[in-house]
């Protein structure tokens, strides 16, 4: 663990109680053995991530990234956004540099739109997760469809940018490369809806931000969107409409998730989408799946 003593934003950046720089090991399982100019392609897209995570808990106001303090809620809003920029500004500029120097033969082009295109993809779904959480719930619920689009030009796209990278470099043809980006999209949705998961079940300390953050925050996830689907005038739409959710309201909300079946709901779809991205590889690569299994496991009771 690094020291307490080390700046916020190089903590942030080095340091996460997740699983450690998973978008370089997807590029590395793709690229195969990789040389130092993969080794920085890797720094700029995992500086984008945390440029990108930055944004997030400034939109979301968080107060904490992956168990320490996050730096909206320690510098506040005008800092966390110049930094923001500032790291895609520095990851831009290095990758631009590496693609420069990097002597071999590949559609160096696409990769750096691959890269902005990610960017613009996530800046653009969370704008529209802005506008979805501003509609209160008694006015709109969205679909399945809406939430796994939304995810899917966000969460998602993380996975996908890296092993599209990744073919680019390798020169692999066309339909290797919509293979490896339907893989990335779905282990992505299922990354995600893991997360919705674990925010109302897992351990609060292991995963680094408050028990049911999501709930007290109103967001509409997919297993509150399964469970109004199923009671769409019960007892947590009643809740939901409060002005704020007290520690019983959120208590009660993941009881009726639960009751409803709606969280086994959501394991299942765990499980559906990781069978969807095995599905989708049109060649078969050990370290791809071991990756997969690991960044979408899911265990313990709901």
């Given at each position: 663990?690094?020291?307490?003593?080390?700046?916020?934003?190089?903590?942030?950046?080095?340091?996460?109680?997740?699983?450690?720089?998973?978008?370089?090991?997807?590029?590395?399982?793709?690229?195969?053995?990789?040389?130092?100019?993969?080794?920085?392609?890797?720094?700029?897209?995992?500086?984008?991530?945390?440029?990108?995570?930055?944004?997030?808990?400034?939109?979301?106001?968080?107060?904490?990234?992956?168990?320490?303090?996050?730096?909206?809620?320690?510098?506040?809003?005008?800092?966390?956004?110049?930094?923001?920029e500032l790291l895609k500004g520095v990851a831009s500029s290095k990758l631009i540099e590496i693609l420069?120097?990097?002597?071999?033969?590949?559609?160096?082009?696409?990769?750096?739109?691959?890269?902005?295109?990610?960017?613009?993809?996530?800046?653009?779904?969370?704008?529209?997760?802005i506008s979805l959480a501003k509609i209160p719930i008694l006015e709109?619920?969205?679909?399945?469809?809406?939430?796994?689009?939304?995810?899917?030009?966000?969460?998602?796209?993380?996975?996908?940018?890296?092993?599209?990278?990744?073919?680019?470099?390798?020169?692999?043809?066309?339909?290797?490369?919509?293979?490896?980006?339907?893989?990335?999209?779905?282990?992505?949705?299922?990354?995600?809806?893991?997360?919705?998961?674990?925010?109302?079940?897992?351990?609060?300390?292991?995963?680094?931000?408050?028990?049911?953050?999501?709930?007290?925050?109103?967001?509409?996830?997919?297993?509150?969107?399964?469970?109004?689907?199923?009671?769409?005038?019960?007892?947590?739409?009643?809740?939901?409409?409060?002005?704020?959710?007290?520690?019983?309201?959120?208590?009660?909300?993941?009881?009726?998730?639960?009751?409803?079946?709606?969280?086994?709901?959501?394991?299942?779809?765990?499980?559906?989408?990781?069978?969807?991205?095995?599905?989708?590889?049109?060649?078969?690569?050990?370290?791809?799946?071991?990756?997969?299994?690991?960044?979408?496991?899911?265990?313990?009771?709901?």
């Amino acid at each position: 663990m690094l020291s307490r003593e080390l700046p916020l934003l190089e903590r942030h950046i080095n340091f996460e109680n997740e699983q450690l720089h998973v978008l370089t090991a997807l590029y590395g399982a793709v690229v195969g053995a990789v040389s130092e100019a993969d080794i920085e392609l890797c720094k700029s897209i995992e500086l984008m991530k945390s440029s990108t995570l930055i944004l997030d808990d400034f939109l979301d106001e968080s107060p904490k990234r992956n168990g320490i303090a996050s730096i909206y809620a320690e510098q506040g809003a005008k800092t966390a956004v110049l930094t923001a920029e500032l790291l895609k500004g520095v990851a831009s500029s290095k990758l631009i540099e590496i693609l420069r120097t990097d002597a071999r033969n590949y559609d160096k082009l696409a990769f750096l739109h691959v890269f902005e295109d990610t960017y613009a993809t996530i800046c653009r779904g969370q704008m529209r997760d802005i506008s979805l959480a501003k509609i209160p719930i008694l006015e709109y619920v969205p679909s399945e469809k809406d939430y796994f689009d939304l995810i899917g030009d966000t969460s998602a796209c993380y996975i996908r940018a890296p092993l599209l990278m990744g073919g680019i470099v390798m020169n692999l043809p066309k339909d290797v490369l919509t293979s490896l980006g339907d893989f990335g999209i779905n282990i992505g949705l299922a990354y995600q809806i893991r997360d919705d998961v674990l925010d109302l079940v897992g351990d609060p300390e292991n995963m680094g931000k408050p028990f049911a953050g999501d709930i007290r925050e109103k967001k509409k996830r997919l297993p509150l969107i399964h469970h109004l689907s199923v009671e769409p005038r019960g007892l947590v739409r009643k809740i939901m409409t409060k002005p704020c959710l007290n520690d019983e309201d959120v208590i009660k909300v993941v009881e009726e998730l639960r009751r409803t079946r709606s969280l086994q709901y959501c394991v299942d779809k765990i499980f559906y989408f990781k069978e969807e991205a095995m599905d989708s590889l049109s060649y078969k690569n050990n370290e791809l799946a071991a990756i997969a299994e690991l960044i979408t496991n899911f265990q313990g009771g709901i």
